[in-house]
């Protein structure tokens, strides 16, 4: 499963993007961690002392979400860029958050944590960039409780999720030649789970039980005037586009880009975009 094309898969390129000072982590990303969320805890458990474990946290989204719609849960949040972490320190410090704990930990192995002490376990949008995700699912399996309906929770996007599908279509344009476009050699890792069967059997190859597989889509408002602020190269699923098509042609390729979007998706009456951006959303049990 191991991927070395792409540098998304690798840790120090999410230490590029450095510490973001965001009091309350949010963008595209919040919508879903609130299904996550809603999906994966009852209702009836709100207010319970539950334990809950963040894989990939990244900038903290679902964890800072989590903290004050769960208040009597405690927290970890982990992942394996320190920027990351260093930016959701920020957040708990400035919102003097007392029941979420952040930890720089490489998901694929946690031995700092005890076997069988976690209620709920999530990863949105983390474990797609992790080089094993087998290894890391199973992992979450041995921190989850035994019978206790503990669940895991994994985030993914699909195939039209609008970013990773326009850079792959900006990258068959860009490379055009006699033979047409290149197709990418290997899956991209933002897309690395976006088959629907094969996210069903890894989760259940690490051994949770009763999987299932939600799709979700919440359409997104950009302006032309935005779209270039989606292509950054901090942003390493941006980033590996760029290495793929080399410097020369990075200019092309964002000019391609945009157009691109304003192709597929012309301005509605209000003079917006609207752009797909539709996950799964994994969810199996440890019985």
């Known amino acids: ?149 503990s669940k895991v929770s994994i985030g993914s996007w699909q195939s039209d999720a609008f970013l990773p599908m326009v850079l792959e279509k900006t990258y068959e344009k860009v490379t055009v030649g006699s033979s047409g476009g290149l197709k990418l050699t290997s899956k991209q890792p933002a897309l690395s789970l976006d088959d629907k069967v094969l996210f069903k059997s890894e989760l259940e190859q690490a051994g949770f039980k009763n999987v299932e597989i939600h799709s979700i889509g919440h359409p997104l408002e950009v302006t032309t005037e935005s779209l270039s602020n989606y292509l950054r190269p901090e942003n390493p699923v941006v980033d590996d586009f760029f290495k793929l098509i080399g410097d020369d042609n990075i200019n092309k390729f964002k000019e391609t880009f945009i157009n691109l979007v304003l192709e597929l998706f012309p301005k509605n009456e209000n003079g917006f975009h609207i752009v797909p951006w539709n996950s799964y959303i994994g969810i199996g049990e440890k019985l």
Do not use: H
């Open 1 to 149: 499963m191991i991927q070395t094309t792409f540098s998304s898969y690798l840790a120090e390129s999410w230490n590029k993007i450095g510490e973001i000072k965001i009091l309350k982590p949010g963008g595209m990303t919040l919508d879903f961690s609130i299904d996550a969320l809603n999906l994966t805890i009852p209702k009836c458990k709100i207010n319970e002392n539950i334990k809950i474990l963040d894989v990939g946290a990244g900038f903290g989204v679902l964890s800072i979400y989590a903290s004050t719609n769960y208040p009597n849960s405690e927290i970890i949040a982990t992942d394996i860029s320190k920027c990351m972490i260093d930016s959701l320190n920020y957040s708990i410090q400035g919102n003097q958050i007392k029941n979420v704990t952040a930890k720089v930990m490489d998901g694929q192995s946690m031995p700092e944590l005890q076997s069988e002490s976690f209620d709920y376990c999530f990863s949105m949008f983390g474990l797609i960039y992790f080089p094993d995700r087998l290894k890391s699912l199973k992992e979450m399996y041995r921190l989850l409780k035994s019978n206790n309906n």
